[in-house]
């Protein structure tokens, strides 16, 4: 079988090796998959950097935390899976029910904990999610880290409810998520920008207005003036974007904090007491939210948006195609 490998010590893509091994065993716990697809997330960025210092181990690592396929061995002691199971990743050990803990890691694909970029994998049973039943192989594969961060910045404390009005930052996945899911549970949809070309697309998805952020630097005011203050923010950049969402809130408003792109901003505090307003750190989500995320998808029959589907002979080309200015969407490598 074939695997993508990022060698130790290497930090740019010249270190991503296509290396032939054995198809390995499961052991008892464990069953292998049949990886069919994999997506990425802009951490693979962080990963094969090793940002930080904070990502990656000395050692040979598979990269990359999102796949779905279908269960091709079990190991001693599996009861709830059977080959041919078609299933996605988990992203996170341990992390069964919210909130989380020191034990999680930093997911598949990092530290000690190999990934899912090869045709087949062997991981603990309860690294695994069924599959929704409405979305092919390439679909699912999305699903694992972004969606559910975006599930879990919606859902997870004050859930939104219909009527209510969200404001998502960017045009990255878990903000075109955080679109879908919350127009499915009834929810009016904000976003911002720096492109315009992208304005459109989001239009046509169901945003009642777009806004950009490097035109109009109070965009956070406008955001105001439009809606009368968004309930919930989406916040996937960082504290540099703190101020303005929650100018963009309305009183009382929730922020979901998942992105670390950037900083420097102080949090204003006067208009932050005055507000009432929270701000939640989203560590990606539970296995329970996973599950529930998965029936949410089915029952909607929500389809995640995807950039483009590259075979998995050409996984460094995925790679850099993530890095694109014009991405719209999620990366797939597509393995079989």
């Not at 041919?84 to 694909?109: E, Q, S």
């Not at 207005?209 to 003036?225: H, K």
């Not at 948006?305 to 719209?328: G, M, N």
């Amino acid at each position: 079988m074939k695997r993508w490998v990022l060698k130790s010590g290497e930090t740019t893509l010249e270190g991503l090796i296509l290396e032939d091994v054995v198809k390995p065993e499961p052991g008892p716990g464990e069953v292998r998959v049949r990886i069919r697809a994999v997506s990425l997330n802009y951490r693979e960025q962080l990963i094969l950097g090793n940002a930080g210092g904070n990502w990656r181990m000395d050692r040979d690592l598979i990269p990359v935390a999102d796949g779905a396929g279908d269960i091709d061995a079990v190991g001693e002691g599996v009861e709830q899976w059977s080959p041919g199971d078609k299933v996605i990743t988990v992203y996170l050990r341990d992390f069964i029910h919210w909130p989380p803990h020191a034990g999680i890691g930093l997911g598949l694909g990092s530290l000690d904990e190999d990934g899912v970029l090869a045709e087949y994998v062997v991981l603990p049973a309860d690294r695994l999610s069924r599959a929704p039943g409405t979305l092919n192989d390439v679909e699912a594969s999305t699903l694992p880290c972004a969606a559910l961060t975006a599930w879990t910045a919606l859902q997870n404390a004050n859930p939104v409810a219909p009527g209510q009005t969200v404001l998502s930052l960017g045009t990255g996945s878990v903000s075109l998520f955080a679109m879908a899911f919350a127009q499915a549970l009834g929810a009016k949809t904000y976003l911002t920008t720096s492109q315009d070309n992208k304005r459109s697309r989001l239009l046509e998805l169901g945003a009642e207005d777009v806004f950009n952020y490097r035109t109009d630097e109070n965009w956070g005011q406008s955001v105001y003036a439009a809606t009368g203050g968004v309930d919930k923010v989406v916040n996937t950049a960082g504290f540099g974007s703190m101020n303005q969402s929650v100018q963009a809130l309305a009183f009382g408003g929730d922020i979901g904090l998942v992105g670390l792109f950037n900083f420097g901003d102080v949090i204003e505090p006067g208009l932050f007491l005055a507000k009432g307003v929270s701000i939640r750190g989203i560590p990606v989500g539970s296995r329970d939210g996973l599950d529930d995320m998965v029936d949410f998808v089915d029952k909607h029959q929500i389809k995640p948006v995807i950039d483009r589907v590259v075979p998995f002979a050409d996984a460094k080309h995925a790679y850099q195609a993530q890095s694109a200015p014009d991405l719209f969407g999620k990366i797939v490598i597509k393995i079989a």
